[in-house]
């Protein structure tokens, strides 16, 4: 088999595990009241149960860095992704408390391996490819996204019990998923000359990270803003019906797969730098539009407007992760992903603090203010010319240095 051949199966392979993950999250978080009703979870207690799945998945992630030194990430993401399908099913056919405690706990621990593992293995294969394709990665992830929340709204629609509603998916999604593990693609100079571990980021590493995740953290309090905020902002503030107070949401996820969907052709055509700077402002933009609006169309198009910017920042901070750190990667991406949870952790809780106590347009410049931070660290991204453009593609021989084996991942 040609390096080519294989750079193609490892790159769709991984483009549909992001895919499952998009399918599988949706399909968690559109039913949450489903999940409270069947366990009779109080409102009290609801948030609780939230927090622990991404404090959880931190703390996988953290161990995942120490995972990836014994073993390939194509191992972990091989066993994380079946763990997150399982535990997924496992929500829905508990009949206790403690039940759905214990599978929203496996839920967390291995959606936080398999979030690490899938972002190491992009980068890996996007410095083997030279040239930027981890938009598109994401852009699969979205698309999953999608699809997952139209599944629960025809499960909920149907009334259709939770394990009913998953067993599908995971049925269909758990084959397919294995047999694509085949063949992911790991780096080869993942161990030094004498098959010691990747080396850590050194003295003083961590400083040179702590940008990209500090724009890491803010881009997901962007993103939980909308998921959790724009329904009860376009109806209690806008004034909406309940049945157009769904559509931002929907209107955001759209506009983040279009968005992801063209974004490595800009990455290659002006840089990433570039192309997060334009995001950025977008983003912004977008935040001000909604804190402004004065009726439900002017914030739809805000919500528009928002999809648009945030989707090219997450991808790249991965990416940039990767570049500032050629010879640890993995250990980087592992540490950067740990800033996903906080900034799912901060972002809900914020603006409905401020929201309460002073105003939910106020509360909407928040994540405006803290996305625009992105801007001061933009060099980070890269400098101008590491476009990974077509021009600066390598050739299949070089580029089969950066390919390790599929299969079993060693």
Same mark, same amino acid.
């Given at each position: ?101 214990? /599978?929203?706990?496996?839920? @967390? $621990?291995?959606? +936080?391996? &398999?979030? =690490?593992?899938?972002?190491? *293995?992009?980068?890996? #294969? ?29 499960? /909920?629609?149907?009334?259709? @019990? $939770?394990?009913? +509603?998953? &067993?599908? =998916?995971?049925?269909?999604? *758990?084959?397919?998923? #294995?047999?694509?593990?085949r063949y992911y693609l790991d780096r080869e100079d993942r161990t030094g000359p004498a098959g010691e571990p990747e080396k850590g980021l050194g003295g003083g590493g961590f400083r040179l990270l702590l940008p990209l995740c ?19 902002y376009l109806q209690d503030v806008l004034g909406s019906s309940e049945q157009t107070a769904t559509v931002p949401y929907n209107v955001y ?158």
């Open positions: 088999m040609t390096d080519d051949v294989r750079l193609r199966r490892g790159r769709g392979a991984l483009g549909f595990s992001f895919f499952v993950q998009g399918v599988t999250f949706a399909l968690l978080v559109t039913r949450i009241p489903a999940i409270q009703d069947r366990y009779g979870i109080s409102d009290g207690l609801l948030p609780v149960f939230l927090a622990a799945v991404p404090v959880l998945a931190g703390v996988a992630s953290v161990a995942a860095e120490h995972l990836v030194k014994r073993v390939a990430p194509s191992v972990v993401l091989r066993w994380a992704q079946p763990l997150v399908l399982l535990s997924l099913l496992g929500v829905g056919a508990g009949e206790r408390l403690w039940h759905v405690a214990v /599978a929203l706990g496996a839920f @967390g $621990l291995s959606v +936080g391996a &398999l979030d =690490a593992s899938m972002n190491m *293995l992009g980068v890996s #294969l996007q410095r083997a490819y030279g040239r930027s394709i981890m938009l598109g990665f994401h852009a699969a992830y979205s698309l999953g996204g999608i699809l997952g929340a139209s599944a629960a709204w025809y499960g /909920a629609h149907a009334h259709l @019990g $939770l394990f009913a +509603g998953y &067993l599908p =998916a995971v049925a269909v999604l *758990l084959p397919l998923a #294995l047999s694509a593990s500090l724009v890491l953290a803010c881009a997901y309090i962007g993103d939980s803003t909308v998921a959790n905020w724009s329904a009860k996820m759209v506009t983040t797969l279009v968005g992801r969907a063209v974004g490595d052709l800009g990455v290659r055509r002006f840089g990433a730098v570039a192309v997060v700077r334009c995001g950025t402002v977008v983003a912004a933009a977008g935040f001000a539009v909604v804190a402004a609006a004065p009726g439900v169309w002017v914030g739809l198009l805000g919500f528009t407007l928002l999809g648009i910017g945030l989707c090219v920042i997450v991808p790249q901070t991965f990416a940039a992760a990767g570049r500032l750190f050629p010879g640890a990667s993995d250990t980087a991406v592992a540490r950067l992903n740990i800033f996903n949870y906080v900034g799912f952790l901060i972002g809900s809780p914020l603006v409905g603090a401020i929201g309460d106590a002073w105003s939910y347009r106020g509360a909407m410049l928040v994540p405006m203010v803290l996305v625009l931070i992105t801007l001061f660290h933009a060099r980070s991204f890269g400098p101008r010319e590491a476009r990974y453009g077509v021009a600066h593609e390598r050739r299949a021989g070089d580029r089969a240095v950066d390919v390790g084996r599929g299969g079993n991942g060693v």
